[in-house]
Nanobody, 126 residues
Framework: QVYLTESGGGLVQAGGSLKLSCVAS????????MAWFRQAPGKEREFVAA????????AYADSVKGRFTISRNNTKIMIYLEMNSLKPEDTAVYYC???????????????????WGQGIQVTVSS
């Protein structure tokens, strides 16, 4: 079992920045593709960004390209999401996810991931 713990969320004004962190713990035997998803009230969980286990491949949702940056620290098995130029529509609960399957590139759908964090609230005020 792998456990994921997010941190760094909070309330920020539109145009501001936040940095989310996610650390993996538990029965870790290698690195994993990892990703961020988000879910706003009344909406389905949507993909935000993903990074491959080696850190050499990334993927972003069109809605966050150029504003958000995903990165990872493989020594600690942590990922980060640097969020800039935040908009009210970025308000959501953000989830960290990891998968145990070897893919050519990190998945961009929730079904591609096996483990999930509890989520952390990000609120952007207008």
């Amino acid at each position: 079992q792998v456990y994921l713990t997010e941190s760094g969320g909070g309330l920020v004004q539109a145009g501001g920045s936040l940095k989310l962190s996610c650390v993996a713990s538990g029965r870790l035997n290698r690195n994993y593709d990892m990703a961020w998803f988000r879910q706003a009230p009344g909406k389905e969980r949507e993909f935000v960004a993903a990074v491959s286990r080696g850190g050499d491949k990334t993927a972003y949702a069109d809605s966050v390209k150029g504003r958000f940056t995903i990165s990872r620290n493989n020594t600690k098995i942590m990922i980060y999401l640097e969020m800039n130029s935040l908009k009210p529509e970025d308000t959501a609960v953000y989830y960290c996810a990891a998968d145990r399957t070897f893919y050519d590139k990190p998945p961009t759908t929730p079904t591609g991931y096996d483990w999930w964090g509890q989520g952390i609230q990000v609120t952007v005020s207008s």
